[in-house]
């Protein structure tokens, strides 16, 4: 299942969506919005999508992973617009037959969706706001000598 | 009469904006007019002409092309769907 929306993420009903009874393990990631950075109190998080294309790299995700790690179930909902302090804005529910896939998968996940799903992140400050880049992205851009 | 003719061909391509280049541009879309058998690069060099805060020139500006990362080389064609991505943050 692959999600992007403007709700609350109801991380029970998605780990659900991945249990079965030949899985013995499930493993569901819960990425909260932090109240600081560097010193700096943040009020709320304001998330960006380009969803056409989140979508689909979203799920390339989970097809890539269910390849490398022989899996089934993967779900991965990702939370945009305004989220409060302590909300959920990424939830990743992987299950397994046993322990290690799921862990290794949900990791994997986790870090692709940092690296290549076009969500952006703004924190806002009381005194202002700002949008935050990920350096580990792997993108063909305009600076090849630099990339 | 009988003198030469001359054909000015153009392509426009409307470019949406995200995130930070929706800010720093002021804008959520731009029309940029190419030359017809213009690609990524020559999209890149024509958007940081018009903006040229967009992004610093030791800055790369990532391009999708019909919701695809495309590289320099991709050629482009009137009606693709053309986005500039910044840096990606998604997630925690």
Request: proline share 5%; aromatic share 6%; with cysteine.
């Amino acid at each position: 299942m692959i999600q992007i929306t403007e709700e609350q993420l109801d991380s029970e009903k998605i780990t659900n969506l991945v249990r079965r009874d030949s899985n013995g393990a499930v493993v569901t990631f819960l990425g909260n919005t932090r109240d600081n950075f560097e010193g700096k109190s943040v009020i709320r998080l304001e998330y960006e999508a380009y969803v056409k294309m989140a979508v689909k790299k979203l799920e390339e995700i989970r097809q890539e992973m269910m390849q490398q790690f022989g899996i089934k179930d993967i779900a991965i909902a990702h939370r945009i617009g305004v989220v409060d302090i302590g909300e959920t804005s990424l939830v990743v529910a992987v299950a397994s037959p046993h322990r290690t896939e799921a862990f290794q998968a949900c990791h994997k996940v986790v870090d692709r969706v940092k690296e290549i799903v076009p969500i952006w992140k703004k924190e806002v400050y009381a005194d202002g706001s700002r949008w935050v880049a990920c350096e580990d992205h792997e993108f063909v851009s305009d600076q090849p000598q630099l990339a | 009469m009988g003198g030469p003719c001359v054909y000015y061909l153009v392509m426009d391509i409307e470019v949406r904006l995200f995130a930070l280049y929706k800010e720093r541009a002021g804008c959520s879309e731009v029309l940029v007019t190419l030359e017809p058998e213009a690609n990524v690069r020559d999209l890149t060099r024509a958007v940081r002409s018009l903006f040229p805060n967009l992004a610093p020139p030791d800055v790369g500006i990532v391009v999708a092309v019909n919701a695809d990362y495309a590289d320099l080389d991709t050629p482009l064609h009137e009606g693709d769907e053309v986005c500039l991505i910044p840096p990606v943050s998604g997630g925690l």
